[in-house]
């Protein structure tokens, strides 16, 4: 990654992520870490004295707060300094209606995941971010680690071989007690079926799951088999999920989400097994990635160490041994998110390893999981998802 | 465990296990650690010259040397100093025959697992060994290991509270590449249907992984979705099983068991997450185990250290931080086991800690298992287990 | 920490840290991450033509883009908009005139590590920083790291007892070769005497484990006997100090810093063993502490996690699980930096908490270790360190 | 490692090691593990009943319990199956007259470490010992593990290139209180000087850890300068040193050993750092070995894994990911000495793999170690070790 050297920053407006919020200032740190944007706009609550609020400690213009985001789409497109970009950060629910309006004033989208509530209106949201020609960017972070980005190259240089056994899994334990019960905002929306979709656990972070697992294997999912569970008395949605997994081309595997695993405090864990070899990676220690080729004994990658390919090395800033994290990941997601903006504002070709973001087919593709996910719990049966 | 003070050692056959074996030796080493037992005769192989020589390096008496295992038990049985208890290393389909020969001897038995190649002979060998009323222990080993111990107690105490979620793997590596190709002698008979039953890896390494966690949790299993998959071109049986866990009770769970997955040397790993708290033990790091109870932060258990129970330090040897292994449990298990044949003997009851080892009854549950899964690969559909 | 919510943002310049430095990017991402402060000017290299580039690229106003420090602490004390603090980020010999300059038109300073190169120019620091009333932070970063404040607060609460051993280490590898032959520029300036003092690895990350170590336990050294080695052929300073430890009190320890450890990136490792327990941390896994208990078996404590104190909580960004690294724990420097600006701008007195960073009084204490060290490898005998 | 397959077994004596001494059944399942010895002969306790009842329990023939320990060597010499080799694990004080009463009667030695309580005894041994022509081992028993013979073989290759440093450390919590004051019979004896010699820690753990890194290393140490603790209000002796370490050639390092760092259960951990490359070895996870070629990603060397040498190998017995643990190595030291003792027997060189073994020069050295550490920290000056 290198900080912006540009003559100009990306002029960025937020809807959602006002005061209170957890993803809003997560993004607003990824897009301030390097420089490529100017957080200018924003509908950061449709509550308008908490917008007016979050708005002014943001130092935002007055005139450019805004508590509707259609009025803020629409005075922001007609300014000629204007927004180039929007980022999404409310409750799922709203990305539709929020993308659309945004769409429809040609500004860019990087949206939160999961992308949508339903399949229709994902597939919808593709469909007109297409036709309006603008990037649409969903934010799956984890595919800003640089050694999420090794794995995947290790992987696609076939050095550990035919993928057999794809092992993914995503354990937390802070839905452990029923904490919608004492009011806890994020749990509360987390849990509501009306902001989230028909997955909870299978959107939030069953989600992330998928999407790490087919950006590190570039593999299509066929089908899924899944034991949707509710542990906790009194939850509306599913806390956890048990899934076999089938992938195009023979390959197996499982994937297991749950936020009431104590002990677990973010563990994604990824696996890939191969013909060849196999590579190993936690989320809790992204620095590191473990190879181990089959016949040899297995070595210790590391972000900026010995033997990195320059798929990861064009996303790191700091050198081997000093650990970035999460915010770290989110930034390299919005350094290549400006790449993709820049080169439509310039009308050049982006960076081709910029274009492996998650964006809205992917994201799309995500949605259709849970869908499956979902149904195949209440069928008990094997359910093709298409992807 | 402490070492031998009686004033006798118990006399021990085997059956199976001669040069060249690798279950063999570890039995006899385990026999041998505290010094309860005294390995007096043997049908070491089925072919006369092998199991000549191997009965004469282990120095037994020439005319205790046996090739015939009906012949063994017969004589053995007639003898003043007769052996008092056997043990069967040899590959699954022998465990029955031979197992049925010492019952009726009205010997001891020490099978290795998985019990038997099919329901009814496992079923047969329950009835038989409990109408001769003599001690039938299937050596599903890691039942020895002290911090498995402590895990089973900790859950038992109620300290982690209703169980709502199981999450087992036992990966291996060593049949990456086609080893029966080239005449590997583990690999051969392992992956041989007529030698093993129904299940390659699900019998070999599945069953292990069954054992542990129903040993652990004290749950019943209920049934299973599986599927069950042979990557490696050219092998006659399964290599990897994904399985959905279902128990009775409302837990759920998924367990994994490969033999191709490069890296894992003997990946067995157990995370158990009740209401209150979790579990996770690691066969590669078996003096710990890590407890983590809601609301506290995750603690560090060690073999024989601080807040150690006595279930686990009854069977310990070693000071903390003085690493036991693998022989050291397999060796716990003997050591579990002689308090059963003394305690048959002698006419007494025997010591509860060691009637918690796996007998001919878990041995019987193991297969019905590996039924369960190996039917609900082909039919892709959930499997009632009965266990 | 939270987002600058204030009206106003600091206004920063930056002396040093042009294209192609390590440490400028650094101190600018740490500046930028919370938004408390605004980069608006910059004599960002001695060399015209790369300062002009540099302050271009980070899109400076021309008329604040300096090459001469002396001109721009002159300049920009004279304008209404003239910034407010300074960052130090040139080689350690500059440190002391630009600071001196900066103190001098009663700009509040922000200094890289070590303070100085002779203890001579540090003392006269201190005296000058503290005769003009400026703030003068060090940047031992280290300290913003959350679990090293929990460390800290765990020492200083008692709970580990009477401090009586404390074992510290800072290893690398990246300089096992001779790396100033083929004139990497890093590695040049700081095997440099005439730009780096008395100690090269002393100085660059031995100060850091002086600092580290000093900073949690709260412990004045008395004295040390130290071996100070350079391994590489050709080099023209230390590489390696292996270091007794005398501490007021009767506590004792060892120090090990080395640059030629292959296979350490960047291991920075500190260790505290009290009448009661003892600590572990790990620079490279920052967001854990290990905490023993005797007694009780050791106790995982993460970043954010159950169990942690206001301490590290008042400097964590992100819920536990996300890993939060380097450029976070920078950034609180920054943040708390920014509270002591403030404070003084205002006129009021400073968060207890921020005060407790490393100032120029710390600076000073770790350049008299380097010379401690450096005399005690030269007159192989204990030297008394007055700190 | 083999069982044995030899046509007998060699007898064995034991001296100490008695009911309730930790020592004494490590050696006894050591020797048990393979089958090589037979315990036949024992004077297990100066007291007569301890000793008749230890014997007893042993089923020892009656009279070849002894209690004292001149009459044993007198009596085994003269009888025609009389003992091949005596195990001395007596307090070290009885290290001397025990090991010249064997030596005299031709019978050969293993004696637990350290040698003796003063260098003039150890030097008296190797000089009796040598001329006897009796094997004399001192069970360092760190030097069986395979992987640390892996480490010695990695060094001796040079393939991490000429040793520049060495850090080792050995660190335990068990003395954290001073246990002596409750009659904690293992901590009465270690703290007691008369049993012990001049260095209680010293001599305990800072042996293991000086024997274990000339072991790897090959390394003569020069001379050491010492800080020696008795941090423990009460406590007779030393409970901690903290050593800087000189080596014939140019290496550095240093040593810590600690019996009060809470937390540490067994902590021995060797770091080898040379002009290409370094290992690191922990002996609580002594199956794994850690090699890091400068310029390449660390691999991780597993026991029986790839890539491990024949020097390793020959000395494992279980399949890659099957823990070995402390018996296994101290195991591997009786199978070694086996070795050795049938070449005496049978008038034939040894497999030079077994020489390596620590003998009586070995022991020796580690005395003058502890002499120049406990001189050192009285002198507070560098002292030669003339090793």
Known sequence: VTENADASRIRLGMVGGGAGAFIGVVHRIAARLDDHYELVAGALSSDAERAALSGRQLRLAPDRIYSDFTQMAAEEKSRPDGIQAVTIATPNNLHYPVACAFIEAGIHVICDKPLACSLEEAVDLGRRAKEAGVVFVVTYNNTGYP?????????????????????????QDWLTELLEASGHKQALWREDPAQVGPGACAGDIGTHAFNLM??????????????????????????????????????????WASQVAPGNENGLRLRVYGSLGGIEWDGEKPNHLRLAEYGKPPVELTRGGFGISGAANRVTRMPAGLPEGYLECFANVYFDTAELI????????????????????????????????????????????NI
Chains 1, 2, 3, 4 share one sequence.
């Not at 023979?250 to 994937?255: I, K, N, P, V, Y």
């Not at 973001?357 to 195949?376: H, K, M």
């Open 342 to 385: 820049r080169a439509k504002l310039r009308r050049r070709d982006p960076d081709p390893a910029a274009v492996l973001l998650p964006q809205v087919t992917e994201g799309i593709e995500a949605v259709r999981f849970v869908d499956a996910v979902i149904e195949s719990g209440k069928s008990r049966a094997w359910v093709t998802t």
């Open 214 to 255: 087919t950006y590190v294997t570039g593999l299509r999912l066929n089908s899924v088999m899944a034991e949707v569970s509710t542990f906790v008395p009194g939850r509306k949605m599913d806390d956890e999920i048990n899934v076999l997994l089938n992938f195009d081309g023979g390959a197996r595997g499982s994937l």
């Open 147 to 171: 050694m999420v980005r090794e794995a995947r190259e290790i992987v696609a240089s076939g050095r550990i071989g035919t993928i057999r056994s794809v092992q993914i899994e995503y354990a």
